[in-house]
């Protein structure tokens, strides 16, 4: 069973940053691949970046440069710097464990994110 905690989230102005924490329980942080996602209210989640356990990461055009995903497995955390943020932003933000040779796909409850103009 794993369990993830989103914290960081909050009001913030365009322009500015903020960093969302995902701690993970278990045993396997190390090997799955995490992620974050967001919703927006009236939208779907989307996704908006992944990093593998070899510190791989990808993101979705609309964040590149912007936000940057990290991970520290010694403390089975996930990590994502939102820089530049814009009102478009808006959103709850979930963190993801992906683990296929055990077919884990987990959630956290999420945590908001409020970019205010």
């Known amino acids: 069973q794993v369990q993830l905690v989103e914290s960081g989230g909050g009001l913030v102005p365009a322009g500015g940053s903020l960093r969302l924490f995902c701690a993970a329980s278990?045993?396997?942080?190390?090997?799955?691949?995490m992620g974050w996602y967001r919703q927006a209210t009236g939208k779907q989640r989307e996704l908006v970046a992944t990093?593998?356990?070899?510190?791989?990461?990808s993101y979705v055009d609309s964040v590149k440069g912007r936000f940057t995903i990290s991970r520290d497995n010694a403390k089975s955390t996930v990590y994502l710097q939102m820089n530049s943020l814009k009102l478009e932003d808006t959103a709850v933000y979930y963190c993801n464990l992906k683990y296929l040779l055990r077919r884990y796909d987990y959630w956290g409850r999420g945590t908001q994110v409020t970019v205010s103009s």
């Open positions: 278990g045993s396997i942080f190390s090997r799955a691949t």
């Open positions: 990093i593998s356990g070899d510190g791989t990461s």
